[in-house]
């Protein structure tokens, strides 16, 4: 499976971003898929989740109530809306996919495949 993630950009907080990352591969409706996110100087950190049918969602604290992720498993492609973005949300944003999971998983060290990453700048 490859990932491509877009959406990125620059944004003046409260405003909103929808990232989009886009999935090759036959199996993606089987995965469960998430969205983390890396500040510079920071650990990666879990942002949603979501399990392969969508039924099943999760998100961090920190974006619960402003972000909502998704997913169209007849495009193979999983969105994350963000809205009122904070300056603290600035991070290079990831999407990840698990094949075997069947719960929304936290650690990064358990995705198998991951995008190239996509950069949100929050300006205060």
Not at 59 to 72: L, M, N, P, Q
């Amino acid at each position: 499976v490859q990932l491509q993630a877009s959406g990125g950009g620059l944004v003046q907080a409260g405003g909103s971003l929808r990232l989009s990352c886009a999935a090759s591969g036959r199996t993606f409706s089987s995965y469960t898929m998430t969205w983390f996110r890396q500040a510079p100087g920071k650990e990666r950190e879990f942002v949603a989740g979501i399990n392969w049918s969508g039924g099943s969602t999760s998100y961090a604290d920190s974006v619960k109530g402003r972000f909502t992720i998704s997913r169209d498993n007849a495009n193979n492609t999983i969105y994350l809306q963000m809205n009122s973005l904070k300056p603290e949300d600035t991070a290079v944003y990831y999407c990840a996919a698990n094949s075997y999971a069947r719960v929304i998983l936290r650690t990064p060290s358990v995705y198998d495949y991951w995008g190239q990453g996509t950069l949100v700048t929050v300006s205060s």
